[in-house]
């Protein structure tokens, strides 16, 4: 969720735990709500009050808004942001990010000199972006391996799955140096 998003989100709940506890504090004090609306009435009902009425209006249209963003973000559904479809004669064609994934992770495994290897793919406009976190084997040159991990994985994933890689990013994360690690207990 965007910064923007969550701090609209944050200021609608704000404002309605404020307008619950008065509803809250109304239905214990019905008398208090006579009172408080008869001064907002004779505040707005003035000649001179054509300001604040327009205010009034304006915050009324603002969470009214934001009301209905809010539903309609709620009701909107993720099926896209998972997937990469396509548009067939027979019709659609829908290809997981998962399975891309695994597409380009047997493909970068299979580049000598990749002892592991993991992948993140991102939906993009046109495509997908793929990126590949390498463990390479030690006096190997990782110029090489990472370009031809870039050249494997694209060719893989255009030719397997169908779809367009705009980028694939290559970070080797560790060279592999064979001696595992167990934590001491004690």
Do not use: H, W
């Amino acid at each position: 969720m965007k910064i923007f998003f969550r701090t609209l989100l944050a200021i609608y709940a704000f404002c309605l735990a404020v307008f619950s506890a008065f509803a809250m504090y109304v239905a214990i004090r019905p008398d208090a709500y006579v009172a408080i609306s008869e001064q907002v009435i004779d505040a707005i009902s003035t000649d001179n009050a054509t300001g604040l009425r327009i205010a009034v209006f304006a915050t009324a249209l603002v969470f009214f808004a934001l009301s209905i963003m809010f539903l309609l973000s709620g009701v909107r559904s993720n099926k896209d942001k998972k997937a990469v479809g396509k548009q067939t004669e027979i019709g659609e064609i829908l290809i997981s990010l998962n399975s891309i994934e695994n597409i380009a992770i047997n493909a970068s495994r299979k580049t000598n000199g990749v002892r592991d290897s993991k992948t993140m793919v991102r939906k993009t406009d046109n495509g997908v972006e793929i990126e590949s976190r390498l463990v390479v084997m030690p006096e190997m040159s990782i110029p090489a391996i990472t370009e031809d991990v870039q050249q494997r994985v694209k060719k893989s994933v255009e030719d397997t799955a169908g779809v367009r890689v705009e980028s694939v990013k290559v970070i080797v994360d560790n060279i592999y140096s064979g001696i595992t690690y167990k934590p001491r207990v004690e």
